[in-house]
């Protein structure tokens, strides 16, 4: 990466953290250091040349523009444009960056997955890779309480096939996991990505053997 560039990264870092390092819905700055860790593992796993810039400053700017955590996404874009021209980054790359935060999330590849480059690649898979696992239980959980979701109720059934909305819609905890967190694993871009998902995928699914064992009085 470029003097330029790893400057320009520093001031992202900064720009992002005064963002996101309050938040209580599991997608605090926290968060952001673990995708953007995991990206940097995901790009030293691969063989082509990648742009450490492009996935770096996508890995920490992904959820500034998120709907669930701004009022106004489209006055957020503006925002992150305004200061990513601001220090300096080229229009190419802004441009780059939001094709791929603005396509990576789960709801909007519902209906159709949205082809990102190899980087917005990586960038999508260190996310997802957070969502599940130990520390995606710990999330989904925080995320729930936080909107003031039931935790289960073995009346509601998980759905399929859902619009941005119904999925956004979402009451119960455990059927996130369902409806999401068990899907990931599938939709994994990278080698390395896809093993370290069905070992975190595996977890999940002991959490919810266990969960409804309970539930049932069964253990």
């Given at each position: 990466m470029k003097d330029e560039e790893q400057q320009q990264i520093k001031k992202i870092d900064q720009f992002v953290a005064d963002k996101l390092t309050?938040?209580?819905?599991?997608h605090d700055y926290a968060h952001i250091e673990r995708v953007v860790r995991m990206a940097c593992r995901l790009s030293d796993d691969r063989d082509e040349k990648i742009r450490s810039f492009i996935v770096e400053s996508s890995s920490l700017l992904h959820d500034v523009i998120d709907e669930k955590l701004?009022?106004?996404?489209?006055?957020?874009?503006?925002?992150?444009?305004?200061?990513?021209?601001?220090i300096g980054v080229d229009t190419t790359d802004i441009a780059h960056i939001f094709d791929i935060i603005t396509h990576m999330s789960f709801s909007?590849?519902?209906?159709?997955?949205?082809?990102?480059?190899?980087?917005?690649?990586?960038?999508?898979?260190?996310?997802?890779l957070d969502a599940i696992g130990a520390i995606g239980i710990a999330r989904t959980f925080y995320y729930g309480g936080a909107h003031e979701h039931i935790i289960y109720d073995p009346k509601v059934v998980p759905r399929t096939n859902m619009t941005h909305d119904e999925y956004r819609d979402n009451k119960t905890v455990i059927n996130h996991f369902y409806?999401?967190?068990?899907l990931?694993?599938?939709?994994?871009?990278?080698?390395?990505?896809?093993?370290?998902?069905?070992?975190?995928?595996?977890?999940?699914?002991?959490?919810?053997?266990?969960?409804?064992?309970e539930w049932n009085q069964e253990k």
């Open positions: 309050g938040d209580r819905t599991g701004v009022e106004s996404q489209q006055r957020a874009e503006e925002e992150v444009r305004r200061f990513l021209t601001s909007k590849n519902l209906s159709e997955e949205y082809t990102l480059s190899l980087e917005g690649q990586i960038v999508q898979d260190a996310d997802r409806e999401k967190l068990l990931l694993v599938e939709r994994m871009n990278t080698p390395l990505a896809k093993r370290i998902a069905e070992n975190r995928t595996q977890y999940l699914q002991e959490f919810l053997d266990e969960f409804k064992a």
